[in-house]
């Protein structure tokens, strides 16, 4: 399955069931370009940033962190998009 994560017994009784696999997969795909595909998780995570710069926070342990997220992201973005499942 995209991303490779199982874990959540709801979650892997219903990818058992190969009649969900369209709906499961088309959602995924959904997801992807409504999140990463489209750029939007780096945009939100930039616009938290500055208002978490505007509310007094520590600049440079929030620049690390924002850092290490973006790294976070981008690499989830990356793989997920060499994924055929995912990008369709």
Avoid: N, Q, W
Avoid at 20 to 43: M, N, W
């Amino acid at each position: 399955m995209p991303g490779g994560m199982t874990g959540h017994p709801l979650k892997d009784r219903f990818l058992e069931l190969d009649a969900f696999d369209d709906a499961y997969k088309t959602a995924y795909r959904e997801l992807y370009e409504k999140f990463y595909g489209s750029g939007t998780a780096l945009r939100v995570l930039d616009r938290i940033a500055d208002g978490a710069r505007a509310a007094g926070a520590d600049t440079e342990e929030l620049s690390t962190a924002v850092a290490r997220l973006r790294e976070t992201v981008s690499a989830r973005t990356e793989a997920l998009a060499e994924d055929e499942e995912v990008t369709g």
